[in-house]
């Protein structure tokens, strides 16, 4: 089974910068202390900084290097109440958008259907959808004691390698987005499925539409 094609490299782990940026919430000024996609410089691969992997993994490496740079882990109750602040925040800025949020104990899984992510057979973010991913990185950056595992599916139509290969671009252009709007690249991990994960029937085109997807599952960080 197939996942995705590039490793972090560590220089991009490792990446810091200390630098001002306007707080999209507050439209203030502040200090941030994490790397942003401007600091990034050049691109590594297509992955422009942010960890593609061949298989699920990286969460110990990516815990490491945040709480490293002083983002701290969760501990208790404090779990629960802050995936619960950031769960509902997602709700109400995603209500009509066509993107639905979900639960999983204490993560949260925002499924975005490709119908209203891409176009057809395309790889770029839909103009009309900017505006919901811009609401999508504001609440990730307000919630930085998370990990982001972005994931790219399609349905069972034409070639398996083919339906690969989109699945990872679609999920690295989620992850290029969220970047460029100031999310961490550290906390990202990014694997593109393909037809391999479906969560409704390929036989039949409403089946199939769910699942063209992009999903990104958020994670706390935990001591």
């Known amino acids: 089974m197939k996942k995705s094609i590039l490793l972090l490299t560590v220089s991009a782990i490792a990446l810091a910068s200390c630098q001002t940026q306007t707080d999209p919430l507050t439209g203030q000024a502040q200090r941030n202390n994490t790397a942003g ?7 590594i691969g297509a992955g422009a900084g942010f960890l593609i992997a061949r298989k699920k ?3 110990d490496q990516r815990k490491a290097a945040l709480i490293g740079a002083g983002i701290g882990g969760l501990t208790g109750a404090g779990i629960g109440n802050y995936m619960d602040r950031q769960e509902q925040e997602l709700r109400q800025h995603l209500q009509n958008s066509g993107v639905s949020v979900s639960r999983s104990g204490n ?3 925002i499924n975005m259907p490709s119908n209203v992510t891409f176009g057809s057979d395309s790889a770029v973010v839909n103009s009309t959808f ?5 609401s999508v990185a504001i609440i990730l950056n307000k919630y930085p004691n998370t990990l982001l595992d972005i994931d790219g599916h399609t349905d069972s139509s034409g070639d398996p390698t083919y339906n690969q290969q989109l699945s990872e671009r679609r999920a690295v252009a989620v992850g290029q987005y969220l970047q460029g709007k100031g999310t961490d690249p550290r906390r990202l991990l990014v694997v593109g499925f393909g037809e ?3 969560i409704a029937s390929n036989d039949n085109e ?3 539409s ?3 997807r992009v999903e990104v599952r958020i994670s706390p960080i935990q001591n």
Do not use: C, F, S
Not at 37 to 43: E, H, P, V, Y
Not at 130 to 134: E, I, K
């Open 57 to 59: 993994g990286g969460k």
């Open 130 to 134: 900017a505006g919901v991913l811009n």
């Open 210 to 212: 769910q699942n063209r």
């Open 37 to 43: 996609g401007a600091a990034l410089g050049a691109l």
């Open 196 to 198: 391999t994960r479906p």
């Open 206 to 208: 409403q089946g199939k």
């Open 107 to 109: 993560d949260i899984i």
